[in-house]
């Protein structure tokens, strides 16, 4: 059976895939490296996470994870036998040549946010991945799984997020990688994804209509429809 390593995003614990590993699982053996900090581990070197392939493996990645699966495609190639990415990013903060991500302003506000009221920000990130058409199931589940994680976590997955830039090296990944993308999210923006389209040497790009950042949580059938299409 093929294997399948998914790496989970920003604020939330691996637990967010679990409809996805359900819809999987009869077909692959699905493995999710929590970082530390998120419920899995002791919480010294805070938000990171160490992953070292054995075999060739499918890796699966969210937003933050996405950019994990990235950096792995790049350490290990010969091991990686295709990406899937949600709602990724190759850089999550606007600078100079790049618009495509989140306003610096908007970025050091909700950083402050998390420093000043971590309950209130992350009540604030739930609404943001559910999307404005959020289901009562998905976003339940956004809820349900936002408060397990320590503010110094947090913090340093934000330090990641600002100092990630991956767009001078993702044109190097040579394995097939599928883009999938909401055009509703209000955290990482599509063009992003379109961009990614265009560097990746191997990729195709599939939109959904709606569903916000944690789109995977409201397609979550088509999506593992999808990632059969990579075996």
């Not at 060739?56 to 950096?71: E, F, M, N, R």
């Amino acid at each position: 059976m093929r294997r399948v390593l998914m790496f989970h995003g920003w604020g939330f614990p691996a637990a967010i895939f679990s409809s996805l590993i359900d819809d999987l699982t009869p077909g692959f053996v699905v493995e999710t490296p929590g970082r530390t900090g998120y419920g899995t581990r002791p919480e010294q070197s805070a938000g990171t996470i160490a992953v070292s392939l054995q075999s060739p493996t499918l890796l699966i990645g969210w937003s933050l994870g996405g950019q994990d699966a990235l950096k792995l495609s790049l350490q290990q190639p010969e091991l990686v036998s295709g990406v899937v990415l949600l709602a990724t990013t190759p850089c999550f903060v606007n600078q100079p040549g790049w618009n495509a991500g989140m306003d610096q302003a908007v970025f050091d506000a909700f950083r402050q946010q998390v420093i000043d009221d971590p309950v209130a920000a992350m009540q604030q990130f739930v609404r943001l991945n559910a999307g404005d058409r959020a289901d009562r199931q998905s976003r339940a589940r956004l809820s349900e799984l936002s408060g397990g994680v320590a503010p110094s976590v947090l913090l340093n997955g934000l330090d990641e997020l600002e100092n990630t830039d991956l767009r001078d090296s993702v044109s190097e990944i040579k394995a097939p990688v599928l883009i999938l993308h909401a055009v509703d999210d209000r955290i990482v923006p599509v063009a992003a994804s379109y961009w990614l389209q265009r560097n990746l040497p191997n990729a195709r790009l599939v939109e959904f209509p709606h569903g916000g950042h944690a789109f995977f949580l409201q397609h979550t059938n088509e999506i593992a429809d999808l990632v059969r299409t990579m075996a």
